[in-house]
DNA sequence: CAGTGGTCTAGACCACCAT
DNA sequence: TGGTGGTCTAGACCACTGG
């Protein structure tokens, strides 16, 4: 049926990977199709002439990739494919910029240390009126073109004068690392859609009331503290999100 | 340094699944911080009597969740975490809605076969003016509220007719399947914000022009042909998407 | 060169499932 | 009961890194 010379034991390439990428083949294919079980492990094993662990790890890389589902007792069977679960992934959204061969620039347009008010109390859950926080809001442009308008807050704890570094690594996290004694370590993106206010709009150069990206973003040191929070508004023209689900190909 | 009965041998728990644990309660209570190297997989071996495979089962753990990063011939490191990539996942949007108790409603407002037009031509890619697809547009209701407005089309090559069953699977990979002859096994999906047009906010009862989610999907079948496409307006003022990244805990 | 992680083996025992 | 996948071992050899 299967030739066993498909696995070349000299290769460089390891050979669970070998088997892995044999076996999606399979599937991809149709010759096995889904629902129907995939030889098992001990006949692999036997057939390529290969440890069972080593098959172990070819499968264990197409239970992860979600082509395959094991179950104990039973065997292995090739998955029905779910496709109503998309991922979007967001690369600090400039990235699609990027790829784009275009690249964004960021332009700081305000910075200042300020105190507790209830906009912040409310999103760092803090009382004490001393804290300080470093508020800056930026235009992320590209091509001529204002593309998103960001404003963020984060704990300010270091005696650090603010220096043109923040222009350099303007992400959230990245002012939490510079200005404050906490280490982010987790983060909260909430996405949702608004109409440009007159302000956003003008700094937007678009129509006020236009659709419009709304990323509410919160970072988190290890005790799951707040020490970061912004706002983000994105030209709705400008961006979208694109993701992928089931047997894509990612070679 | 560390006592070695912190894992249990007899425990109907892996050993494996002990020690990621033991060494994720490590890195999260910052006892091995961001950039340290945890100890050697043959140091840890020793330490706790377990076999050396046991043991890089336990790292490769951590390194799929992303907390620790292993480089050959020098070590494995914690992973300073990095907190601009947010995932957002789209479990079809009206789950959403479902998790909060309340339970989302689907009402078919038509749904006929229809011939080859431009839309559908650009869509499928499809040029012979006989295939047939299955057109279908409906609401997605929830609490005597109307959320969200979807249309529907797919390649009709089964000679059966629509029944009610339309409704109780109206996902678009469902509609595929039920009828054409093709297997859905991948999709694509676009999320765009938009103005609702005069015909969607009529339908969602909203005010012309509020902002909106705009989906587009696309379900392909093994050969990477279109076999299915949808777009779907959700109520900007009802849906919301929420992401997490970084050492979130997930227990 | 010594030390690290990466691959692979040939067994062993177990938990689970079907019959 | 026999067959499946799940765990674990005690080695082995390799590729890569650093001094």
Chains 1, 2 share one sequence.
Request: glycine share 6%; proline share 4%.
């Amino acid at each position: 049926m299967m030739n066993n010379r498909l696995i070349d034991k000299t290769s460089v390439i390891p050979m669970y990977y070998q088997l892995a990428k044999l076996l999606e083949g399979q599937i991809r294919r149709g010759e096995l199709k889904p629902g129907e079980a995939i030889p098992t492990e001990t006949e692999i094993s036997a057939r390529f002439a290969i440890s069972r662990m080593t098959v172990r790890r070819a499968i264990a890389e197409l239970v992860t990739s979600g082509m395959v589902n094991a179950q104990q007792g039973k065997g292995t069977f090739v998955t029905m494919p779910k496709l109503d679960n998309i991922v979007f992934e967001l690369n600090d959204f400039n990235h699609n910029i990027q790829q784009s061969g275009i690249l964004a620039k960021t332009t700081l347009l305000e910075a200042k240390i300020v105190r507790l008010n209830e906009l912040l109390q409310e999103k760092f859950a803090v009382s004490n009126a001393n804290v300080k926080f470093l508020f800056s809001r930026m235009v992320v442009s590209a091509a001529e073109e204002r593309l998103a308008y960001e404003t963020k807050y984060t704990l300010y704890s270091k005696s650090k004068p603010i220096l043109e570094s923040d222009l350099q690594d303007p992400t959230l996290p990245g002012l939490v690392a510079a200005h404050s004694n906490f280490l982010p370590v987790s983060a909260k993106k909430v996405l949702q859609v608004a109409a440009a206010t007159e302000l956003e709009a003008s700094i937007l150069g678009i129509v006020p009331n236009s659709p419009v990206f709304l990323i509410e973003q919160t970072i988190y040191d290890p005790e799951h503290r707040t020490v970061g929070w912004s706002k983000s508004i994105y030209r709705g023209d400008r961006y979208k999100l694109t993701g992928y689900d089931g047997w894509y190909k990612k070679d």
